[in-house]
């Protein structure tokens, strides 16, 4: 079951169902669940097909939910927009959908492996000394945050302690603190810049920076993501153990810019660096290397030329 199905997380468990990427884990039915589903038969119809079911229901009241081997947890706007606009109202969505599903496992979910979906942004603004942030890393400093993270940073610190509630009444579940990613399904005209990057390309404008400052991501393809998240729900505990998900191949910004506009023929246009601020948001992802043996399948070349081909392949079958 997906919980918050429609979003980049469930497309890309979605697509990875649809070619049989689940069977390591003998996966045959998916429940995608949702306040619109059917948004999603309409918007990705390819996504849903034999074995794939939707279920239109808001996790912060639903009162009851279908059982299931494993549960991804992964329902929350990502959308800066959204914080930025009504921030106190998103904000209590999370919390108010992570409360209401820690009392509905207790029902329904006692014998699933659970996987709840959290973020890097839990741990504040990166100390720009620190190369790489790991799960021992204490919050510190949040004031600083940019607007439009504070309200998400502070309801996922929430959500994760109502879990590690849920995980000592005796239910096995996991923390998966999220980074940046990149696939097909990425959103192209959202805060994500690997996303407006790819758009940029595909509508064949100049990729264009705008920050005046040093900038630090990294980005873990869609296919490693979702075998990292089955993994971490194989591994769920009462103890609900916290993992980094992410890729730990950092890259500035204006760097990756010009590597996509080199490849792909078109301009980028990056600002010269005039601040001193350095925006670095880079997990270290030893604890799940060493713990649960989980690697990356793929670099950060091979990640943007897997989505661009993937890219392409769904818009040729959108044409016919």
Not at 185 to 214: E, Q, S
Request: with cysteine; net charge positive; glycine share 6%.
């Amino acid at each position: 079951m997906i919980i918050g199905g429609t979003g980049f997380f469930g497309k890309c468990i979605l697509d990875a169902f649809a070619r049989g990427l689940l069977k390591s884990w003998s996966i045959t039915r998916l429940v995608v669940m949702s306040r619109n589903s059917q948004a999603l038969l309409q918007a990705c119809p390819q996504l849903v097909g034999r074995g794939v079911e939707l279920m239109t229901a808001d996790i912060t009241d639903v009162q009851a939910l279908p059982e299931a081997d494993y549960v991804i947890h992964a329902a929350a706007s990502t959308d800066v927009r959204d914080y930025l606009s009504k921030g106190i109202q998103e904000k209590r969505n999370i919390q108010a959908g992570t409360y209401n599903y820690c009392e509905l496992a207790k029902k329904f979910h006692q014998k699933s492996k659970i996987v709840y979906v959290s973020s890097g942004a839990v741990y504040g603004v990166q100390p720009e000394s620190m190369n790489q942030i790991d799960e021992e890393f204490l919050a510190s400093d949040m004031i600083n945050m940019d607007a439009g993270k504070l309200d998400y940073a502070i309801a996922k610190q929430d959500a994760e302690q109502a879990v590690k509630k849920l995980g000592a009444s005796g239910l096995n579940v996991s923390i998966a603190r999220c980074f940046a990613f990149v696939g097909a399904w990425l959103p192209r005209d959202r805060h994500f810049a690997i996303g407006n990057f790819i758009g940029d390309i595909t509508n064949k404008r100049p990729i264009i920076v705008k920050a005046k400052h040093k900038v630090y991501r990294s980005y873990m393809y869609a296919d490693d993501l979702v075998e990292w998240l089955m993994t971490l729900a194989d591994f769920a505990s009462t103890k609900a153990p916290v993992y980094n998900v992410g890729s730990d191949e950092s890259i500035l910004v204006g760097d990756l810019a010009n590597k996509l506009a080199e490849v792909y023929h078109v301009q980028a246009v990056i600002p010269l660096i005039t601040e001193s601020k350095i925006d670095r948001y880079i997990p270290s992802i030893k604890k799940a290397k060493v713990d649960l043996g989980l690697y990356l399948k793929y670099n950060l070349d091979s990640s943007i030329r897997e989505t661009m081909k993937k890219i392409e392949s769904i818009n040729e079958k959108m044409k016919k």
